[in-house]
Each structure stands twice: as C-alpha cells, then as structure tokens.
C-alpha cells in the first residue's frame, strides 16, 4: 500500500492540527518555528493549503523522529501556554477545536496501528508489534444459524449528545430493508438484542 504513512509523520501530523487551527488562529503575531511543516504535515485539508503527496510520506526522511518530538513538545508547551492565560470567552472558542484535535489524535492513534502492522506485513521476516500468548483451545464450533430481521424504519446520524464528526448527521430516517444474519448458534439470543439495539438507538447501548 503506498499511501502508508511513518508513525513520526501520525505525530506531527497531529501536531500540525493544533498548530494550524489553535495557534496560528487565537495567539497574535504567532510563527512556525518551521513553516514548510504546513506544506509537509498537512492531509486532505484543502482549506489549509497545499500538502505533500501521500505516497510519498515513506519518503520523508527530515524531520527526523526526534525533531518531529520535539515539534510536538514545542507545540504542546504553545498550547499549555495560551489555554492557561486565556479568559473564559476565549476558552470556549477553542474549546470545539480542541476537543475536534483531540479526536483527531485518537482516529490517528489507530491508523498508526494499522500502517505499523501493514508495513511488518511487507517484511519477509514478519516482525510482531506485540506479542500476546493466545489459548489455542478454542471452543467447539456451534452450527451457523441465520437471525432474520424485518424491515423497519429507523434513525440513523448523530443525535446531538456529545462528540461526532460533520459527516455523522444530521440525524435521520431511513428504511432498513429485512435481512438475515449468520450467527453461531450459541451466541443467537444476545446478538440478535445487540443488533436490535444498535439498530434502534446506534452504539450508545452498546450490548
Ligand atoms: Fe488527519
């Protein structure tokens, strides 16, 4: 996959959010340390300007892993700085953006997972990012058995409580067409009240 990206370039991605929507937004006269990070750190954001090719990222070899620590750490210290001596208007202006590059972060945090576990798979000699004992005593296998659900109408999208992206709402109807579902035997009863439910009111229940 060559839109895989080096995990020092998930770090100052992320960093270049806070910097490019926080910093450069709400601290008067501020300047990259850096400028050419806002052309190398940026993704998709359009809004902010040209961005390095993806398929390129494995290619990046400046900033080094510790000059990208060390542009976090540098943000970070801006950060602190400027919510410590900002007023509560302030504070809830940037409280949006925050909370959004917070989350940014978290989705970051499992596709650096998933590049690091990409790349070992290249690698002939299939390095392990973790090792785990596992069971191998599996439990016997019970038949495939097939859960039908009708139609129905039902809510789908964000409903205003707490945290979603943009693409997440608005909230809205649709019509869910009948399926069925394959499910082992032994489990049939609580994942049918589990589909139910994440059908009825989305993840919140959670099963
Ligand atoms: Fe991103």
Request: charged letters at 25%; aromatic letters at 10%; zero cysteines.
């Amino acid at each position: 996959m060559p839109d895989v990206s080096p995990t020092k370039w998930h770090l100052a991605h992320t960093t270049w959010f806070f910097e490019t929507f926080i910093l450069k937004k709400f601290v008067p006269g501020y300047r990259a340390e850096v400028p050419q990070y806002a052309y190398l750190f940026n993704s998709y954001y359009n809004a902010a300007g040209d961005m390095h090719r993806r398929d390129l990222r494995g290619l990046v070899s400046r900033p080094t892993v510790r000059e990208a620590q060390r542009y976090r750490a540098s943000i970070d210290s801006h950060i602190d700085s400027l919510l410590s001596d900002a007023g509560e208007k302030l504070l809830n202006e940037i409280e949006s953006i925050l909370v959004l590059g917070i989350h940014h972060e978290q989705q970051h945090q499992e596709l650096l997972i998933t590049d690091i576990k990409h790349v070992f798979a290249q690698n002939p000699l299939y390095p392990v990012f973790r090792e785990l004992k596992i069971d191998i005593a599996l439990p016997k296998t019970a038949p495939i058995q097939f859960l039908d659900f009708e139609e129905a109408n039902v809510e789908i999208g964000h409903d205003g409580r707490g945290f979603a992206y943009d693409n997440e709402g608005p909230r809205h109807r649709a019509l869910v067409s009948a399926f069925s579902l394959a499910s082992p035997a032994s489990i049939s009863r609580s994942s049918k009240t589990t589909v139910m439910r994440v059908r009825n009111s989305g993840y919140r229940s959670g099963g």
